[in-house]
């Protein structure tokens, strides 16, 4: 096969930024390759506005076709939360055809060695960053992301997460040398000395089971650290938000093909209605390393059935902000509302359970009686989506029936601060909006705690009555190590508090944001610094991005003979 | 507590070896501090050849009281493959007063810091090799191991391996800088500011669950990688071989509160007959991390029923030795008969399936039958074993019964190539040594392939006659996808043969030592070079050591806060 792309070209022209990478990764200070103002792209063969819509649109109501062997079948029934079919039919493949293809190609892509793959990858994500006004459509319709929130979070930070991911694969290849000269000196005796090869070895054909709320972000480091890492890459994308993944497939396959590789490498399986296709997928023996962000319940079937495989889950928890004093009450307000509001609530990482303790807190506006607090915050979210039109930015629109079932359920669990509102979304009249629901919940009665102490996934938060600081990070520490938690936020301005909230998200393994008043939100975490959940609590066995990400998607093996 | 070991002290006398140790995984060139010599031991405190059998008498018939909470009784049953009754007896404990103590230091463990884990753990190896003498003996009168053996696997590069776990755990926890300062630009606006603290977090106990033939050397990897990511560690050690564990446990305890930390980090657990404690154990909500050599039923039952920890398993293989040409016939004959003959074949890397084509290989003496080539390496055995003494001193004792019975069960398995031969120890006259049985089998029989399929653990090989070179690679790569190995070794003239042996071995992920005629053998590792086991095949999940092996131990917990 001859390679439009060649390694030196790729080298020269992706080495740099993986370079970059490689030290954002070890300073963690800021960094991103990826740029988040839409205005950013248009030019150098990027996409801009107009053209990305444009693109999104020629897509709807066509076949996708990836050329991919073993389609038997054309699926694909999107319908956009925002309320248009998208009608995209996406290959349905013959598992026993698809999988043995899709090793075809995987010793030539083992053999390219650690740095070639990840210019590779880093190609992807270049192609993928051209198209981003393209896959923001893809992700808003398909999430009911707001468009600045599909753009960016679906952009931009699903290709800084999944540069990160090549980054750590790339990173723990080369920990070991390909070569070594071993010389054991015998005293007197010649040495002993051999010649080592080490070569990392994939584990096999790597499952991405997408999710519904984020298929980029969440898709995009187990694809890459699987791809990175020389194994072949299945992407089972959630039914109802194939595009997004649709589209990396091809860009991927693309990009394999021109550099000389055989495409099967990266591969769709979508899926008909009810077929349950991840199941099966799971626990094929060449399916060795599964990605999955979803329900527990199907994350906990994963991790005790799929044995054959290297199984990373993010799955649900109950996220906690302890309020317990501040220097800057209205900050506090401001910063808390967003957070509840941003995706009308729709991320894994947005709080759930806020504990005001019930004789009130402390601030720098005098002290604020726990009802102060609860309804001030309730007037600064009402206040926050006050406008229709900003309203609807800010929310996007409920991902799917559920969460408005749960979300109209909720307002019976106790007495409701702030009542959840519909919005009419003026360019999509179908689209389901919802400003967040706070209901005050007692933390001392039974009857309350099976509310708090579940996930209530959606625009819903629990103001929880607690008895003090002492009791508010009780039952931080027991929600996180019953229910697990992707993120905990804490307010307070009293030293022993921090210091108990911050051992107790210690000693439970739980990610804390302490104080945020600002324009950064406790549910928000960037790529190359902050790690996406712990992989030490119930809530997801791994994080986003460490070494235990990757280092296990391959092996090493080592060849030695006699110098 | 006032620590009689300074954090700067041990820093000042230990960091340097750390940084040694450091260098030789990424360079993964010949090193070690720790001397093989016997003689190389007995100045400069430690232990010399007469004063470590003079402390490893004294042991004899004592109680070694750790100072252990919660030792409800004293337990140990001990008796030395070469016939003496240890009389050894060791704490046993009351799991429900012993678990909550060894929780107690960790927060101080954790919060001392990767570096400060590290130089303790390195003083833990450095008075254990101090003591490499008494070790000797308690290794060899556990395992069966002669002398030498147990001085040298059992001293020297049981330490390697354990401080090789530590250099690993060091990197793995300063991947990530304990703080960072994260400056995010906004435009025209003032950027957005984070202050981030990330702390490696212990998972919580580990448990080491220990073999009757490597204590030490198969114990010390997980016993290290775990203490110095920040957790607590409880040794189980195999009833028939606790003295060399009981001991590490005694100096691990020793250090830690010299150095101001809860010796209680590090306890026993020693067992009454038929207990089982180690299945009672691995299911504790307090056990997050396992380590365990043994038994593959045992090990798949760990895999499968501890979910609640990380567990890492070394469990049984089948190795092969492709011998399909060679450039030294002698060479080779006498490599061969060394590695079937070393500690009479009971290590988890002897080769047991030696493929060899019925039409017989080519050598640098001409054509050999395959009956020539059996019958020569049977006398190549034979020589080496030939004089008692030194027959002796490379065997060992047959570690157990069962070992024994399945030595002589082997003898109905087909035509005996070479008798096992009986010998007689003068030292120790109830020792049970024999030396290495070698059956002819055929490949192509199905009722011999139920022999060279299944383990035969101990002193016994096959020969097995194969149609051809691609006969024998195919049979390597279905015995290593179907039963595991830890150790391929090949001997081929041939470069495509060579060829079609390391792609098998990179395809099934196994360790290949080829056309070894010198005095390295392929059942010999060395760490901070060689891999033991590849973590990618049945015989074991984990590979010691690589990043993987470490990188799940600890989580890390970032707290960030406005700048």
Known sequence: MTAELSAHQLIAQHRPTLDQALEAIRTRAYWSPHPEHPKAYGENGSLGMAEGKDAFDALLGTRLDLGQPGTDDWVGEEKSPYGIDLGVAYPHADLDVLLPAMRAGQRAWRDAGAEIRAVVCLEILKRISDRTHEFAHAVMHTSGQAFMMAFQAGGPHAQDRGMEAVAYAYVEQVRTPDNAEWTKPQGKRDPL???????????????????????????????????????????????RAVLPLALTVQVAREVLAEAGFDPNLVALAAERPGE????????????????????TAFGDWLEANARQ???????AGVNTVIVESTD?????????????????????TTPQNLLIPRDGIRTDEGPKSYDEVVADLAKSVGGLLGDDARANALLGAIVNPDVKARLEAATGLGEVALPSREISNPEFPNAVVRTPLIVKLDGAKPDDESAYMSECFGPVSFAVAVDSAADAVELLRRTIRDKGAMTVGAYTSDEEVEQAVQEACLEECAQLSLNLTGGVYVNQTAAFSDFHGSGGNAAANAALCDGAFVANRFRVVEVRREA
Chains 1, 2 share one sequence.
């Open 328 to 348: 800057d009450y209205k900050g506090m307000l401001s910063n808390l509302a967003f957070s509840l509001s941003l995706y009308s609530g729709q991320m894994c």
């Open 276 to 295: 349950g296709i991840a199941k099966t997928l799971a626990v094929r023996p060449e399916i060795r390393i599964i990605d999955y962000t979803g329900s």
């Open 193 to 239: 000395a051999l010649t080592k090869q080490f070569t990392p070895v994939p584990r096999g054909i790597a499952l991405v089971i997408g999710c519904n709320t984020f298929p980029t972000w969440n898709g995009y480091p187990g694809l890459f650290a699987s791809l990175a890492t020389g194994n072949a890459v299945l992407v089972k994308p959630h039914p």
């Open 309 to 315: 495989a290297q199984v990373y889950t993010e799955k």
